[in-house]
């Protein structure tokens, strides 16, 4: 939904690509490493990555620095046994080589890098009791709780000297950064990129954290105050190591620091993620109605600004949460949230048609008023009297209809065939026993309906009922459906002694002398798959 941070690297240092072609600076040197790299030299490419990184911290080239330290770890785990665990340390001989803001950066992937341990390892972590004392760098000795602070602590420590980060550009950062569309943006300085990055995490889950017992919860409305009152607001709270009170407290920070910028567009994106997390993780009587007045807020002050339809685009997603409530005998007051949220779509993605909320609410008109159809019928029906079929439908105004007279060989081998691109053309050119039209109440609120339809009675034999949204079946933008139903004046139960009785499907009575052929589901080797075989033979005197 939100802008994701868009750093080259996974920090999984196992599909780093060589991004020097984006960066003039060490082109030469970094076209030697890929060469090295090619040949299978990672020790030498491992030498040469370094020299850049000494030549870059003399230079003060914070870019490069940070490339020759992601591809150091790299070609150390490459070369090295158990590396991957090593390098979560050996990014601090790189931290103290630094300053800000390469340092800050190193930070933050530190932090990932422990953050992917823990998720690499929870399974093990949760079984592990936690030692009085947790000192060293034998992270495999550590509890849960120990990388779940080391992890935090590294995050707020990424973003300390934010006057420095605040005043760096990412336009120099473009051998580490990738390029992405709107992003510049969204994430002007290395301030806005770490703090997003730092969120990621605060805003997470808190399962695995031990809570205190204060712990802090989000429970009061500042939380979705606007802008203004949000950021200096005060949260009060015993429990400073919460994810989520961190997280109110960067948002505070990052929040202020866009607030009297001329173009909105970093704020909203950071204001619409917080809100989205207040809403998911707040405890609130009155929630939806918070949530919803913040967005409207968002909508009327920023009416001019493109970003402000995203905004619109998720209140349109409450409408639609808020229309699956509805039951036409129980609850008809949602019926026609789903109009509701169409129409402001309409008006976001008229407005703003090429931005994010307006694509988005674009895709949600299109959800919103995509057909569907599905019926059912018996299996059974008694011969010449009129049955039921059931169709569940939404947005369609007529259901076509064609009864098929088929025999079991042909629907066996239809009903075996699983390339639906030649079963279909095969069941819709078989030539119709019946044909008619069904007129479909649509009520116009692009809500899914059900009501049953009269079917004329049929003679004794097996059918398909076909149904489609066009007249013609034609299989392109359509929507066309089959069940199968067998016309018969029997019917037959069984007891747990294995008896069986037939029966008179109109009556109930039973049928004497009736003959009866059984079948079995047997496996068969040569077509490697279950096949339906001739068992027994009986008449009803024999069973009875």
């Known amino acids: 939904m939100f802008l994701k941070n868009f750093l080259l690297l996974s920090f999984t240092f196992l599909s780093v690509t060589v991004m020097g072609q984006i960066n003039n600076d060490y082109l030469k040197e970094w076209k030697k490493i890929e060469a090295l790299e090619s040949k299978g030299l990672t020790k030498d490419a491992l030498v040469e990555t370094i020299n850049i990184f000494k030549d870059a911290v003399a230079k003060n080239n ?37 300053k800000a803001p390469a340092k800050n950066i190193l930070l933050s992937m530190q932090a990932q890098l422990f953050q992917t341990y823990k998720e690499n390892n929870r399974y093990k972590l949760y079984n592990r009791t936690a030692l009085e004392e947790e000192k060293g760098n034998d992270i495999t000795t550590w509890s849960i709780a120990k990388l779940n602070a080391t992890i935090a602590n590294l995050y707020k420590a990424s973003l300390k000297n934010e006057a420095v980060l605040k005043a760096t550009n ?48 989000i429970n009061e409305e500042a939380a979705f105050a606007p802008v203004k009152e949000f950021a200096v607001y005060n949260f009060k709270t015993k429990d400073t190591a919460s994810l989520y009170f961190n997280a109110l407290q960067i948002m505070q920070d990052l929040l202020a620091f866009h607030l009297n910028d001329a173009q909105p567009e970093a704020l909203l994106d950071a204001d619409l993620k917080r809100l989205d997390f207040v809403n998911e993780h707040g405890v609130f009587n009155n929630k939806e109605k918070l949530y919803e007045n913040a967005l409207l807020n968002i909508e009327t002050k920023y009416s ?12 349109a997603q409450m409408l639609v949460a808020s229309a699956e409530k509805y039951n036409p005998l129980l609850n008809k007051e949602n019926q026609f949230d789903l109009v509701k949220a169409k129409q402001i779509c309409e008006a976001a993605y008229a407005k703003f048609p090429k931005s994010e909320g307006g694509i988005n ?35 369609i105004d007529k259901v076509y ?29 078989l030539k119709p026993f019946k044909s008619w039209s069904i007129d479909i109440p649509n009520q116009k609120d692009f809500q899914q309906h059900a009501t049953e339809i009269k079917v004329d009675g049929l003679l004794v034999g097996t059918y398909y009922v076909l149904a489609s949204m066009k007249e013609d079946f034609s299989l392109s933008n359509n929507i066309v459906g089959r069940a199968t139903t067998y016309v018969s004046n029997i019917s037959y139960i069984t007891n747990n002694k294995n008896e069986l009785y037939v029966l008179d499907r109109d009556n109930g009575k039973p049928l004497e002398k009736a003959t009866v052929q059984l079948w079995t589901n047997a496996y068969s080797y040569s077509t490697r798959k279950y096949e339906t075989v001739k068992s027994g033979f009986y008449t009803t005197e024999d069973i009875v």
């Open 401 to 429: 209809y064609r009864i098929v007279q088929a025999n079991r060989e042909e629907i066996k081998r239809l009903e075996n065939n699983n390339n639906y691109e030649q079963v279909w053309p095969s069941i819709v050119a």
């Open 361 to 395: 609410c674009k895709n949600l008109i299109t959800q919103i008023e995509k057909p569907s159809l599905h019926f059912d019928v018996e299996k059974v029906n008694v011969p010449a009297l009129p049955f039921r079929a059931l169709i569940t439908f939404k947005n």
């Open 304 to 315: 001019n600004s493109p970003a402000s339809a995203q905004a619109t685009y998720l209140r």
């Open 62 to 98: 914070e870019a490069q620095q940070i490339k020759a330290a992601m591809f150091q770890m790299k070609y150390r785990n490459m070369t090295e046994e158990d590396n991957q665990q090593k390098n979560l340390f050996f990014v601090d001989t790189l931290i103290i080589q630094t």
């Open 170 to 217: 990412l336009n120099g950062l473009d051998a580490i950064i990738e390029k992405g569309k709107n992003t510049r943006q969204l994430r002007p300085t290395l301030y806005d990129f770490l703090a997003h990055r730092a969120l990621d995490y605060f805003m997470s889950t808190e399962n695995d954290v031990t809570s205190a017992a204060y712990k802090f919860i």
